[in-house]
């Protein structure tokens, strides 16, 4: 079905719709305004301010800045890195990250 910029794909994988949201036939994420939420299992949300949360490995990242939220104790804003509690590392010069 196409109407207004709305379909539906006959096996129900997505649908988008005016506002550019859609859902997954599994709910695994949802979109809506340009912001992500993976809501299976509540890993991780993206947000509009490139924010993300993720459950199991629990840290914040929001404007380049890591923050470990199970203590709050990491943050970065320097573009540096960071090494938590279980020796886990996170590099953040290059956008890129790595959990041990």
């Keep these: 079905l196409v109407k207004d910029h709305s379909y539906l794909v006959k096996d129900h994988s997505y649908c988008l719709v005016k506002d550019h949201s859609y859902l997954v036939k599994d709910h695994s994420f949802l979109v809506k305004d340009h912001s992500y939420c993976l809501v299976k ?3 991780y949300c993206l947000v509009k301010d490139h924010s993300y949360l993720v459950k199991d490995h ?7 800045s890591y923050c470990l939220v199970k203590d709050h104790s990491y943050l970065v ?4 890195y960071y090494i938590v509690k279980d020796h ?4 953040v010069k290059d956008h890129s990250y ?3």
Aim: glycine share 0%; proline share 0%.
């Design 41 to 43: 299992d509540h890993s």
């Design 88 to 91: 886990s590392y996170c590099l």
């Design 77 to 80: 804003k320097d573009h540096s």
């Design 58 to 64: 629990s840290f914040l990242v929001k404007d380049h």
């Design 98 to 100: 790595l959990v041990k």
